[in-house]
């Protein structure tokens, strides 16, 4: 091997790792400049499938990766979000959406006959842009731009790296045979594209290297392209089956779906393409070029998508027989943290939009928890129920674990790539957990004020237990509203909780002198007017951090 040969060698990886982290680049830049409207997409989820279809292939397009589109719809469907028949139209939308890397990786091709529409003239100056928008622009927004075009440029850098370096070597006979091989063996054409495409975990990027293969003169027979990228597509789907390892059974049926759709069009399509070989064998021995493969690679993830879409519950019930069970005996064993935590799920970070919304609805679970905790505290206040007592103090234990679990997340998000919105919203979100937890310890203490088991019993008379109950149901609804609030950024629940926090504060004063009288006046068992006094404290304290909660949503606006 001579020195060209090392440096050609060196040249094509330095391209290819430029290719890589430009998408990279690209797509979180993409992602913060989308924020909440990523978020809203959410939404579509729940919809209709052919909704769902298109915010796959939009998903997708942003991030760059089928793979990782459904390796959030299983993170999704093992948090609950999603059912598995809403997942199928995002995974069918997420391989359409793969398409626009093999456009954008066409316009270098497209370039070549229009000097002035060539990407390789305009990348230095888009990286160049770039990163003096990322080095002194003054708005977050501005730098994100900048990290789109930094990144856009460095992926036609690196595919003109790739395809230079790679020039020198494509009239040797080695890459003829390989691809005359490839072409004339479907199942060995499929395997190789499933095999690179698995080790560099996207169909985008083993596209795109094709692509460069082609693009650079190397003779790539249509039939050998066809089959690679027909391979490709089952090679997307060993991200998303690695990441449902140890899930529930709903989330690995989500990771078999992708795996048996993608399969299932390969079959059709590759036999059909074997079949018309036989009677037109020009096709094993047609060049095809960088567009051409582009073109193939849309028509085929658009007809298939079209052709399975009539039998998208087939495909539920196909991964129902495949993964045998019911999540409900799957659920039976699952541990304490695993049922309550339902919508963190580590796979959702590979999107920072999501992950951020994500949280939020944890919060939000969370958050009606421990509302029904306080209620729960309330009635055993009036009734004395040890049972209730006993349930307030289990629940109080899993509301720590929340606590900690969801705050372990947040600070994942952290370190994710978020703009300045999405900062603001995960710092509230600490703080509103940090509130939410000192509800329930509240909770905890008005339980424990009215647990008696071993002390003598206390009572209340009728006229402090309705002005106990009174407070209490302001009180709730002051809690209640500041958890709308989180859930739906509604600043008329914020309001309505300020309204409710006023009126527990007067409450709580004018209660307290009342039955600091009753007490002067005898006519209640002293003992009781304590724990009535602290009874009241603790609800007026539930109230103040209500306040807090509706208070970082109201800074959201």
Not at 33 to 41: F, I, V, W
Not at 146 to 167: C, P, Q, V, Y
Not at 269 to 294: K, N
């Amino acid at each position: 091997m001579t020195i060209n040969d090392i440096q050609n060698l060196f040249t094509f990886a330095g391209g290819l790792g430029m290719f890589l982290f430009g998408m990279h680049s690209m797509s979180g830049g993409i992602q913060k400049s989308a924020g909440q409207r990523m978020q809203e997409l959410l939404g579509i989820l729940t919809n209709h499938r052919v909704l769902a279809i298109l915010m796959g292939a939009l998903v997708t397009a942003i991030i760059q990766s089928s793979g990782a589109t459904t390796v959030m719809v299983v993170g999704f469907v093992n948090a609950g979000i999603l059912t598995l028949n809403q997942a199928v139209g995002v995974i069918m939308g997420a391989n359409i959406g793969t398409c626009i890397t093999a456009w954008i990786v066409s316009l270098g091709q497209i370039g070549d006959s229009f000097q002035a529409l060539s990407p390789s003239l305009y990348a230095p100056l888009l990286v160049g842009i770039g990163a003096f928008l990322i080095m002194f622009g003054k708005k977050q927004r501005t730098r994100v731009y900048g990290e789109i075009l930094t990144g856009l440029g460095l992926l036609f850098i690196g595919l003109d790296f790739m395809k230079n370096s790679a020039e020198a070597y494509t009239d040797l006979p080695i890459f003829t045979d390989a691809f005359s091989l490839f072409g004339s063996n479907p199942i060995l054409g499929i395997l190789i594209g499933m095999v690179v495409t698995g080790i560099m975990q996207s169909s985008s990027a083993s596209v795109g290297i094709l692509q460069t293969l082609a693009s650079t003169g190397a003779f790539v027979t249509a039939s050998s392209a066809i089959y690679i990228s027909l391979g490709s597509n089952i090679g997307s789907c060993f991200t998303a089956l690695l990441s449902s390892i140890g899930t529930p059974r709903n989330a690995k049926r989500a990771a078999v779906i992708h795996l048996s759709f993608n399969v299932i069009g390969t079959i059709i399509f590759g036999t059909a393409i074997y079949i018309f070989t036989l009677f037109r064998p020009v096709l094993l021995h047609t060049q095809i070029d960088s567009v051409g493969i582009s073109v193939f690679h849309t028509v085929f993830n658009i007809l298939c998508t079209i052709l399975l879409f009539p039998f998208s519950d087939k495909l539920v019930a196909l991964s129902g027989l495949l993964v045998k069970g019911s999540d409900e005996e799957s659920s039976a064993d699952a541990n304490e943290e695993t049922v309550t935590l339902r919508h963190l799920d580590e796979r959702i970070l590979e999107s920072p939009s999501f992950a951020v919304e994500n949280a939020i609805l944890e919060v939000v679970h969370m958050g009606k928890i421990t509302l029904e905790n306080m209620e729960r505290a309330c009635e055993a206040v009036l009734t004395f129920d040890e049972k209730k007592i006993d349930q307030v103090y289990n629940t109080e234990k899993t509301i720590n674990k929340m606590e900690k679990m969801i705050t372990e997340y947040l600070v994942k998000i952290t370190n994710l790539s978020l703009n300045e919105e999405q900062h603001m919203i995960v710092n509230n979100l600490f703080y509103s957990v940090s509130d939410i937890e000192r509800v329930g310890d509240h909770s905890e203490n008005i339980a424990e004020l009215v647990d008696r088991r071993d002390k003598e019993p206390i009572s209340f008379s009728e006229e402090a237990r309705g002005e106990l109950r009174e407070i209490m149901e302001v009180t709730a609804s002051a809690f209640r509203y500041s958890i709308k609030a989180r859930e739906d950024v509604s600043a008329s629940a914020a309001a309505k909780v300020v309204k409710y926090e006023d009126m527990v504060d007067n409450m709580e004063e004018e209660l307290r002198e009342r039955h600091i009288e009753r007490l002067s006046k005898q006519l209640c068992n002293p003992e009781s007017g304590v724990i009535f006094l602290d009874i009241i404290s603790n609800l007026e304290r539930i109230s103040d951090h209500a306040y807090n909660l509706a208070g970082y949503v109201m800074s959201e606006h």
